[in-house]
């Protein structure tokens, strides 16, 4: 049995929104590319392990965190090219793995995009940090970057080979770690939704979190990504808020946070153009903007 050219490893939890879009966008997208898909469900109590299952990919079940989910995918890859993905990204562009593969020159262990976005580039913390969305990795090299960290399970802890992805924003010291092995990494475009002549959503109430333009762009929060003027994928943010039982006005965890209705009717939006065919793709590709926090 041959080795698959690339190993897709997927984070989800409660994501029947979206994965069934995420996974069919990733079959349709990789034609003729030898793949193995892994979906790593941590206890969802949606459909999200059957959607997987149905639609071809493996499926693993464990409660854990975030970084420890990134780290268990990584280590079931044996393919030379390595892609962790998260349940809300939609691939668009059949290009996308060889625009991207086609970087990972020597030296060169991970392309990602800058986690500068939601919305409009509203991540200024995240300029010169990959985003935990979308992770394509030469596998082996990016593999130099693991340390020995120690684990308990059971009575007494034992040493694993592990990337660090315990610090802020999960990705943000992959730099860091990169640079220590003499590695670096190539950051993707972001680049917004189209603007509306009118806007499409109005708050109700002041909200936490909020910037007069996002009530006008088609898609939200949704940011697009592409390396060379090509738009490769699409990554929601935020895409299980929609599913859950909350009003605008409900109660939150004491964060402060974008309002619901809103990432309801962006989320919804995107999914009727993007099911009807009618997917409305950047037409500005500039990337001089400087982000800014809200």
Not at 35 to 59: K, M, P, Q, Y
Not at 67 to 86: E, G, Q
Not at 108 to 134: H, K, N
């Amino acid at each position: 049995m041959s080795t698959p050219e690339l190993f897709v490893g997927i984070t989800s939890w409660n994501s029947a929104l979206f994965l069934p879009h995420c996974l069919e966008a990733l079959q349709a997208t990789t034609r003729g590319l030898e793949t193995h898909v892994c979906v790593l469900d941590n206890g969802s109590t949606d459909h999200s392990v059957a959607i997987a299952s149905e639609r071809g990919a493996e499926v693993v079940q464990r409660r854990c965190s975030q970084p420890d989910a990134l780290n268990a995918l990584l280590r079931r890859s044996r393919s030379p090219y390595t892609l962790l993905l998260h349940a809300d990204v939609i691939l668009l562009s059949p290009q996308w793995f060889h625009i991207c593969r086609s970087r990972l020159t020597d030296g060169v262990a991970l392309v990602s995009p800058q986690d500068i976005g939601c919305g409009p580039l509203t991540r200024p913390f995240g300029a010169g940090m990959p985003e935990s969305s979308f992770l394509l990795m030469h596998t082996q090299r990016f593999r130099r970057c693991r340390r020995l960290h120690w684990r308990r399970k059971g009575r007494w802890p034992r040493p694993r080979l592990e990337v660090d992805f315990h610090g802020p924003h999960i990705t943000h010291h992959l730099p860091q770690e990169l640079k220590r092995r003499r590695l670096t990494w190539v950051p993707m475009d972001v680049y917004v939704s189209n603007r509306a002549s009118e806007p499409l959503f109005t708050p109700t109430s002041p909200p936490a979190v909020w910037s007069d333009e996002l009530a006008y762009l088609r898609y939200g929060l949704g940011n697009f990504y592409g390396l060379d003027g090509t738009i490769t994928h699409y990554h929601n943010w935020y895409d299980r808020i929609v599913a859950r039982e909350k009003s605008e006005t409900a109660p939150t965890t004491g964060r402060k946070d974008f309002p619901v209705e809103f990432i309801r009717s962006y989320t919804q939006r995107l999914l009727e153009d993007y099911g009807a065919g009618r997917l409305e793709l950047p037409t500005d590709l500039s990337t001089t903007r400087t982000p800014k926090a809200l």
